[in-house]
């Protein structure tokens, strides 16, 4: 993969970077980071998270190429900005990482999140004719008229114009499914980010299983659907919330450089 021509900034307008909020954010996507190579959610050292810094919604953390997300510490997480500028940490971000993401966040300021992922199931169904999501489960009724199809996969994202092309096909949606590339989640925060991800691929994992069975995959009833991802919108964001400090807790156990 190649990286974009990114440069640093320097000088008297450098933006203040070390508040509690912004290494917040990073020790928290770090933790995501970590809990995706867990279970299998990661492909080498190609794909990507980011988050706008707290406080400076045109500057974006991303991970640094070159590292899989098992490796990767909230202290080695980079802060862009939308013109190239590489405002904090070491290393640059790998190209289409910061063509689409940068892109996303400037275009779509609600996404203060954005995750993407080659995760096997979702991309699985990101190759196959039609909708990727049959509406047939409790899990995938979460996401049930939250999701858009980008049809028109056109190689590495390697450019701005590709990278807003991805953000007009998100539109209003919080999960885009790039037809032969993967999902994007983009989320008001990296709690909801997180959650959507891992509920995403169980979804779409269960959906896989049900169809290698040879039978029928039988949809909810519409009415029903409407009403059970209604339920479940209304307390996203606080379960979202308590998701994200179950894998921290789990984390602090297991893996506690993730906050270093």
């Given at each position: 993969?190649?990286?974009?021509?990114?440069?640093?900034?320097?000088?008297?307008?450098?933006?203040?970077?070390?508040?509690?909020?912004?290494?917040?954010a990073?020790?928290?996507?770090?933790a995501?980071?970590?809990?995706?190579?867990?279970?299998?959610?990661?492909?080498?050292?190609?794909n990507?998270?980011?988050?706008?810094?707290?406080?400076?919604?045109d500057?974006?953390?991303?991970?640094?190429?070159?590292?899989a997300?098992?490796?990767?510490?909230?202290?080695?997480?980079?802060v862009?900005?939308?013109?190239?500028?590489?405002?904090?940490?070491?290393g640059?971000?790998?190209?289409?990482?910061?063509?689409i993401?940068?892109?996303i966040?400037?275009?779509?300021?609600?996404?203060?999140?954005?995750?993407?992922?080659?995760?096997?199931?979702?991309?699985?169904?990101?190759?196959t004719?039609?909708?990727?999501?049959?509406?047939?489960?409790?899990?995938a009724?979460?996401?049930?008229?939250?999701?858009?199809v980008?049809?028109?996969?056109?190689?590495?994202?390697?450019?701005?114009?590709?990278?807003?092309?991805?953000?007009a096909?998100?539109g209003?949606?919080?999960?885009?499914?790039?037809?032969?590339?993967?999902?994007?989640?983009?989320?008001?925060?990296?709690?909801?980010?997180?959650?959507d991800?891992?509920?995403l691929?169980?979804?779409?994992?269960?959906?896989?299983?049900?169809?290698?069975?040879?039978?029928?995959?039988?949809p909810?009833?519409?009415?029903?659907?409407?009403?059970?991802?209604?339920?479940m919108?209304?307390?996203?964001?606080?379960?979202?919330?308590?998701?994200?400090?179950?894998?921290?807790?789990?984390?602090?156990?297991?893996?506690?450089?993730?906050?270093?």
């Open positions: 993969m190649t990286t974009p021509s990114i440069s640093r900034s320097s000088g008297p307008n450098r933006p203040k970077l070390d508040t509690e909020e912004a290494w917040q990073k020790v928290d996507l770090a995501c980071f970590r809990m995706a190579a867990r279970y299998g959610m990661e492909e080498g050292i190609c990507h998270f980011s988050a706008v810094v707290p406080g400076y919604d500057l974006f953390i991303v991970n640094p190429y070159g590292y997300f098992s490796e990767l510490t909230a202290s080695m997480l980079l862009c900005d939308f013109h190239g500028n590489v405002i904090s940490g070491e640059k971000p790998e190209a289409t990482a910061f063509y993401h940068g892109r966040h400037k275009r779509l300021p609600r996404a203060k999140a954005a995750f993407h992922t080659h995760m096997p199931f979702a991309t699985a169904l990101s190759m004719e039609g909708s990727p999501l049959i509406f047939a489960g409790q899990t009724l979460k996401f049930y008229g939250r999701t858009a980008d049809e028109n996969y056109n190689g590495l994202a390697l450019d701005e114009r590709e990278g807003d092309r991805i953000a096909a998100i209003d949606a919080d999960i885009v499914f790039m037809k032969h590339h993967g999902v994007m989640v983009c989320a008001p925060n990296i709690a909801e980010a997180w959650d991800l891992y509920y691929e169980r979804a779409c994992e269960v959906q896989t299983l049900a169809r290698s069975t040879g039978r029928e995959v039988l909810v009833a519409r009415d029903i659907a409407e009403a059970a991802y209604r339920q919108r209304d307390g996203d964001p606080e379960s979202a919330r308590l998701h994200l400090q179950s894998i921290k807790r789990t984390l602090d156990r297991l893996e506690p450089e993730y906050r270093s």
